[in-house]
């Protein structure tokens, strides 16, 4: 059971829009920003958005991230079949035993 | 360019022992905090632990589930970062990363927020099994 909840997963065609969700408490979300990261099929994780809303050098605009109260979202706009991947919520959890959490993981297929 | 690279994972009876390496490149691993995260087959990412930096006394953290049995260390003169696995359990059945975590101090509130793992290395397999 992850600390982060997000769907299982999602799907949809390309050329549209997606966007998944990540709902955590006022321990986790509510007071530390966000990032998500992508895991392409047998590749390690790499960092799409952090500090909520904010990409790496090399993440095209197409990916974005926002943030409400204890939940946040990661939009896709412009899905291209090379985007099927698990995506990852992380956030500082900063209950009894601080450190990073990460949501249980979003497969996203494009149909 | 960063590179992480992870070594030294293979398989392993239940009780025994292994030690991971990271090798750094690319970036002052002597400033960065370093932390392994693992990922079960199929399954998704878990925290495993974390070393601070020197400034920081080096000093470490780890997950409930492997405290008391796995350490890490590292040696900044080899810019490298180690996990020492011992008493292993099936459950520790996963392929090992290691992260550069980063991090900004909060002035105002004397915490440092926005973590996330800016760079991770290609990972290394584990399995405990008999």
């Known amino acids: 059971q992850s600390v982060l909840t997000q769907p299982p997963s999602l799907s949809a065609a390309p050329g549209q829009k997606v966007t998944i969700s990540c709902s955590g408490s006022?321990?986790?979300?509510?007071?530390?920003?966000v990032s998500w990261y992508q895991q392409l099929p047998g590749t390690a994780p790499k960092l799409l958005i952090y500090?909520?809303?904010k990409r790496p050098s090399g993440i095209p605009d197409r990916f974005s991230g926002s943030k409400s109260g204890t939940s946040a979202t990661l939009g896709i706009t412009g899905l291209q079949t090379g985007d099927e991947a698990d995506y990852y919520c992380?956030?500082?959890?900063?209950?009894?035993?601080?450190?990073?959490?990460f949501g249980g993981g979003t497969k996203l297929t494009v149909l | 360019e960063v590179q992480l690279v992870e070594s030294g994972g293979g398989l392993v009876q239940p009780g025994g022992s292994l030690r991971l390496s990271c090798a750094a490149s690319?970036?002052?691993?002597?400033?960065?905090?370093m932390d392994w995260v693992r990922q079960a087959p199929g399954k998704g990412l878990e925290w495993v632990g974390r070393?601070?930096?020197?400034?920081?006394?080096?000093?470490?953290e780890y997950a409930a589930s492997v405290k008391g049995r796995f350490t890490i260390s590292r040696d900044d003169s080899k810019n490298s970062l180690y996990l020492q696995m011992n008493s292993l359990k099936t459950e520790d059945t996963a392929v090992y990363y290691c992260?550069?975590?980063?991090?900004?101090?909060?002035?105002?509130?004397?915490?440092?927020?926005?973590?996330?793992?800016?760079?991770w290395g290609q990972g290394t397999l584990v399995t405990v099994s008999s």
């Open positions: 070393s601070r930096n020197k400034v920081n006394s080096y000093t470490t």
């Open positions: 006022s321990s986790n979300i509510g007071s530390d920003y």
């Open positions: 690319g970036f002052t691993f002597s400033d960065h905090y």
């Open positions: 500090d909520n809303n």
């Open positions: 992260a550069r975590h980063s991090a900004y101090y909060d002035i105002l509130t004397g915490y440092y927020r926005g973590h996330y793992f800016d760079y």
């Open positions: 992380g956030t500082w959890d900063n209950s009894l035993s601080a450190h990073v959490v």
